[in-house]
Protein backbone atom coordinates (compact mmCIF):
# COMPACT_ATOMS: atom_id res chain seq x y z
CA UNK A 1 0.00 0.00 0.00
CA UNK A 2 1.25 3.35 -0.42
CA UNK A 3 2.01 5.89 2.77
CA UNK A 4 -1.41 7.32 2.72
CA UNK A 5 -2.99 4.04 2.02
CA UNK A 6 -1.33 2.75 5.39
CA UNK A 7 -2.05 5.92 7.23
CA UNK A 8 -5.80 5.44 6.61
CA UNK A 9 -5.72 1.49 7.62
CA UNK A 10 -3.87 2.17 10.87
CA UNK A 11 -6.76 5.36 11.59
CA UNK A 12 -9.79 3.59 10.75
CA UNK A 13 -9.62 -0.03 10.36
CA UNK A 14 -10.29 -0.44 14.27
CA UNK A 15 -13.98 0.81 13.31
CA UNK A 16 -14.66 -0.63 9.44
CA UNK A 17 -12.71 -3.63 9.47
CA UNK A 18 -14.41 -6.78 10.56
CA UNK A 19 -11.42 -9.28 11.95
CA UNK A 20 -12.15 -12.85 11.36
CA UNK A 21 -10.83 -15.99 12.46
CA UNK A 22 -8.08 -17.23 9.33
CA UNK A 23 -8.16 -20.85 8.00
CA UNK A 24 -5.17 -21.83 6.19
CA UNK A 25 -4.47 -18.70 4.16
CA UNK A 26 -4.38 -14.96 4.56
CA UNK A 27 -7.77 -14.30 3.03
CA UNK A 28 -9.42 -17.83 3.83
CA UNK A 29 -11.93 -18.14 6.74
CA UNK A 30 -12.25 -20.63 9.33
CA UNK A 31 -15.49 -22.64 9.22
CA UNK A 32 -17.71 -22.36 12.19
CA UNK A 33 -16.87 -18.71 13.46
CA UNK A 34 -19.96 -16.80 11.35
CA UNK A 35 -20.68 -12.92 12.64
CA UNK A 36 -23.27 -11.43 14.24
CA UNK A 37 -24.83 -8.87 12.49
CA UNK A 38 -26.82 -7.33 14.95
CA UNK A 39 -23.73 -7.67 17.26
CA UNK A 40 -21.16 -6.01 14.36
CA UNK A 41 -23.09 -2.93 13.57
CA UNK A 42 -25.29 -2.42 16.92
CA UNK A 43 -28.83 -2.80 15.43
CA UNK A 44 -31.21 -5.19 13.49
CA UNK A 45 -31.29 -3.41 9.64
CA UNK A 46 -31.25 -4.93 6.28
CA UNK A 47 -28.22 -5.94 5.12
CA UNK A 48 -26.55 -5.63 1.62
CA UNK A 49 -23.19 -7.26 1.09
CA UNK A 50 -21.09 -6.55 -2.01
CA UNK A 51 -18.48 -9.00 -3.32
CA UNK A 52 -15.40 -7.61 -5.11
CA UNK A 53 -15.95 -3.94 -3.60
CA UNK A 54 -12.67 -2.48 -5.34
CA UNK A 55 -11.53 0.81 -3.90
CA UNK A 56 -15.50 1.03 -2.26
CA UNK A 57 -16.85 3.90 -4.89
CA UNK A 58 -20.07 1.95 -5.47
CA UNK A 59 -20.71 0.75 -2.05
CA UNK A 60 -19.53 3.96 -0.02
CA UNK A 61 -21.99 6.11 -2.02
CA UNK A 62 -24.90 3.40 -1.21
CA UNK A 63 -23.89 3.35 2.65
CA UNK A 64 -24.04 7.25 2.19
CA UNK A 65 -27.66 7.59 0.67
CA UNK A 66 -29.15 4.67 2.60
CA UNK A 67 -28.03 5.29 6.54
CA UNK A 68 -31.21 2.86 6.97
CA UNK A 69 -29.04 -0.19 5.77
CA UNK A 70 -26.30 -1.46 6.80
CA UNK A 71 -23.41 -2.76 4.26
CA UNK A 72 -20.36 -4.79 4.00
CA UNK A 73 -17.72 -4.61 1.35
CA UNK A 74 -15.98 -7.85 0.74
CA UNK A 75 -12.45 -7.61 -1.22
CA UNK A 76 -9.04 -9.46 -1.04
CA UNK A 77 -7.11 -6.21 -2.18
CA UNK A 78 -5.82 -4.26 1.10
CA UNK A 79 -5.30 -1.10 -0.74
CA UNK A 80 -9.08 -1.24 -2.19
CA UNK A 81 -10.14 -1.78 1.13
CA UNK A 82 -7.84 1.40 2.76
CA UNK A 83 -9.13 3.24 -0.01
CA UNK A 84 -12.86 2.78 1.22
CA UNK A 85 -12.26 3.35 4.55
CA UNK A 86 -10.76 6.16 4.05
CA UNK A 87 -13.57 7.67 1.60
CA UNK A 88 -16.54 6.37 4.13
CA UNK A 89 -14.98 8.30 7.00
CA UNK A 90 -14.43 11.48 5.01
CA UNK A 91 -18.19 11.10 4.12
CA UNK A 92 -19.23 9.71 7.68
CA UNK A 93 -20.66 6.81 7.12
CA UNK A 94 -21.42 5.06 10.15
CA UNK A 95 -23.54 1.87 8.73
CA UNK A 96 -20.73 0.24 6.59
CA UNK A 97 -17.83 -2.49 7.56
CA UNK A 98 -15.57 -4.57 5.30
CA UNK A 99 -13.79 -7.73 5.21
CA UNK A 100 -10.55 -8.89 3.71
CA UNK A 101 -11.46 -12.12 2.40
CA UNK A 102 -12.17 -14.99 -0.27
CA UNK A 103 -15.89 -14.00 -1.77
CA UNK A 104 -17.33 -17.98 -1.63
CA UNK A 105 -15.68 -18.20 2.34
CA UNK A 106 -17.47 -15.05 2.83
CA UNK A 107 -20.72 -16.55 1.43
CA UNK A 108 -19.88 -20.02 3.44
CA UNK A 109 -18.47 -19.78 6.58
CA UNK A 110 -18.81 -16.00 7.83
CA UNK A 111 -22.26 -14.23 7.28
CA UNK A 112 -25.22 -16.54 8.84
CA UNK A 113 -27.38 -18.62 6.80
CA UNK A 114 -30.50 -16.04 5.62
CA UNK A 115 -28.83 -12.86 6.72
CA UNK A 116 -28.35 -11.00 3.50
CA UNK A 117 -30.97 -8.94 2.22
CA UNK A 118 -28.88 -8.30 -1.47
CA UNK A 119 -26.30 -9.32 -2.70
CA UNK A 120 -24.21 -7.45 -5.46
CA UNK A 121 -21.31 -8.22 -7.48
CA UNK A 122 -20.30 -5.30 -10.14
CA UNK A 123 -17.76 -5.94 -12.50
CA UNK A 124 -15.92 -8.63 -10.97
CA UNK A 125 -12.69 -10.16 -13.22
CA UNK A 126 -13.69 -11.55 -16.42
CA UNK A 127 -10.78 -13.52 -16.60
CA UNK A 128 -11.66 -12.94 -20.56
CA UNK A 129 -8.95 -14.92 -21.87
CA UNK A 130 -10.78 -18.44 -22.23
CA UNK A 131 -8.11 -20.56 -20.63
CA UNK A 132 -8.72 -18.78 -17.40
CA UNK A 133 -12.40 -18.47 -17.74
CA UNK A 134 -12.09 -21.38 -14.78
CA UNK A 135 -11.09 -18.86 -12.17
CA UNK A 136 -14.43 -16.55 -12.60
CA UNK A 137 -16.84 -15.89 -9.44
CA UNK A 138 -20.01 -16.66 -11.16
CA UNK A 139 -20.02 -20.28 -12.16
CA UNK A 140 -22.28 -23.06 -10.99
CA UNK A 141 -20.26 -23.24 -7.29
CA UNK A 142 -21.44 -19.93 -6.68
CA UNK A 143 -25.52 -20.28 -6.72
CA UNK A 144 -25.71 -22.30 -3.89
CA UNK A 145 -23.19 -20.30 -1.95
CA UNK A 146 -25.18 -17.11 -2.70
CA UNK A 147 -28.66 -18.75 -1.81
CA UNK A 148 -27.47 -20.03 1.62
CA UNK A 149 -26.74 -16.56 3.04
CA UNK A 150 -29.67 -14.60 1.21
CA UNK A 151 -33.28 -14.67 3.08
CA UNK A 152 -36.03 -16.09 1.46
CA UNK A 153 -36.66 -13.23 -1.42
CA UNK A 154 -33.39 -11.99 -1.09
CA UNK A 155 -31.84 -10.20 -4.09
CA UNK A 156 -28.80 -11.13 -6.33
CA UNK A 157 -27.20 -7.90 -8.77
CA UNK A 158 -24.99 -8.52 -11.29
CA UNK A 159 -23.52 -6.70 -13.90
CA UNK A 160 -20.39 -7.07 -16.26
CA UNK A 161 -19.42 -5.63 -19.25
CA UNK A 162 -18.10 -8.42 -21.03
CA UNK A 163 -20.40 -10.01 -23.45
CA UNK A 164 -19.66 -14.02 -23.01
CA UNK A 165 -19.55 -13.38 -19.07
CA UNK A 166 -22.89 -11.72 -19.40
CA UNK A 167 -23.79 -14.86 -21.44
CA UNK A 168 -22.02 -16.97 -18.70
CA UNK A 169 -23.67 -15.69 -15.40
CA UNK A 170 -27.27 -15.66 -17.34
CA UNK A 171 -26.72 -19.50 -18.57
CA UNK A 172 -25.45 -20.10 -14.72
CA UNK A 173 -28.28 -18.02 -12.79
CA UNK A 174 -30.58 -19.94 -15.63
CA UNK A 175 -29.92 -23.71 -14.18
CA UNK A 176 -29.85 -22.42 -10.54
CA UNK A 177 -32.69 -24.00 -8.91
CA UNK A 178 -33.06 -21.64 -6.19
CA UNK A 179 -33.10 -18.30 -7.87
CA UNK A 180 -35.98 -17.11 -9.85
CA UNK A 181 -35.51 -13.75 -12.63
CA UNK A 182 -36.43 -10.55 -10.91
CA UNK A 183 -36.64 -8.21 -13.83
CA UNK A 184 -38.79 -7.42 -16.81
CA UNK A 185 -36.47 -8.22 -19.95
CA UNK A 186 -35.55 -5.15 -22.00
CA UNK A 187 -35.66 -5.40 -25.37
CA UNK A 188 -32.14 -7.28 -25.75
CA UNK A 189 -33.07 -9.95 -23.03
CA UNK A 190 -31.42 -8.18 -20.56
CA UNK A 191 -32.05 -6.23 -17.25
CA UNK A 192 -32.26 -2.36 -16.68
CA UNK A 193 -29.73 -0.73 -15.21
CA UNK A 194 -29.51 -0.73 -11.28
CA UNK A 195 -30.42 2.73 -10.95
CA UNK A 196 -28.55 1.86 -6.83
CA UNK A 197 -25.45 1.42 -8.65
CA UNK A 198 -23.00 4.72 -8.91
CA UNK A 199 -21.09 5.17 -11.89
CA UNK A 200 -17.64 3.40 -11.30
CA UNK A 201 -14.15 3.67 -13.41
CA UNK A 202 -14.85 -0.03 -14.60
CA UNK A 203 -18.12 0.81 -15.45
CA UNK A 204 -16.66 4.31 -17.36
CA UNK A 205 -13.89 2.33 -18.80
CA UNK A 206 -16.04 -0.67 -20.29
CA UNK A 207 -18.30 2.27 -21.88
CA UNK A 208 -15.15 4.10 -23.14
CA UNK A 209 -14.12 1.12 -24.74
CA UNK A 210 -17.33 0.26 -26.32
CA UNK A 211 -19.30 -2.28 -24.37
CA UNK A 212 -22.23 -2.52 -23.45
CA UNK A 213 -23.00 -2.73 -19.66
CA UNK A 214 -24.99 -6.15 -18.78
CA UNK A 215 -26.86 -5.93 -15.56
CA UNK A 216 -29.31 -9.06 -14.24
CA UNK A 217 -31.34 -9.20 -10.78
CA UNK A 218 -32.38 -12.78 -9.66
CA UNK A 219 -34.63 -13.37 -6.40
CA UNK A 220 -33.98 -15.96 -3.87
CA UNK A 221 -36.55 -17.99 -4.49
CA UNK A 222 -38.49 -19.23 -0.53
CA UNK A 223 -36.96 -22.36 0.71
CA UNK A 224 -40.06 -24.00 1.42
CA UNK A 225 -40.52 -23.48 -2.09
CA UNK A 226 -39.60 -26.91 -3.68
CA UNK A 227 -38.94 -26.38 -8.29
CA UNK A 228 -41.45 -28.24 -10.04
CA UNK A 229 -40.19 -32.20 -10.92
CA UNK A 230 -41.64 -33.49 -13.79
CA UNK A 231 -43.93 -36.70 -13.93
CA UNK A 232 -43.19 -39.27 -16.08
CA UNK A 233 -45.43 -41.72 -17.91
CA UNK A 234 -43.88 -44.42 -15.47
CA UNK A 235 -44.66 -42.25 -12.53
CA UNK A 236 -48.31 -41.25 -13.76
CA UNK A 237 -49.02 -44.95 -13.68
CA UNK A 238 -47.70 -46.09 -10.22
CA UNK A 239 -50.25 -46.71 -7.83
Not at 26 to 52: C, H, K, N, Q
Not at 70 to 90: H, N, P, Q, S, W
Request: glycine share 6%.
Amino acid sequence: MSDGQERAWAAHSGFYLIEVERGRAATSIRPGDPIDPAATYGRAAPLVVEIGSGQGHAIVHAAQNAPETDFLAVEVFRAGLARTMLDADRAGVQNLRLVEANAPEVLEHLLPEASVDELWVFFSDPWHKSKHHKRRLIDPSFPPLAARALRDGGLLRLATDWEDYASQMRDVMTDAEDFAPAFDAAPDGWAPRFDGRVMTAFERKGLAKGRDIRDLVYRRRDRAEAPAVPVTADDAARP
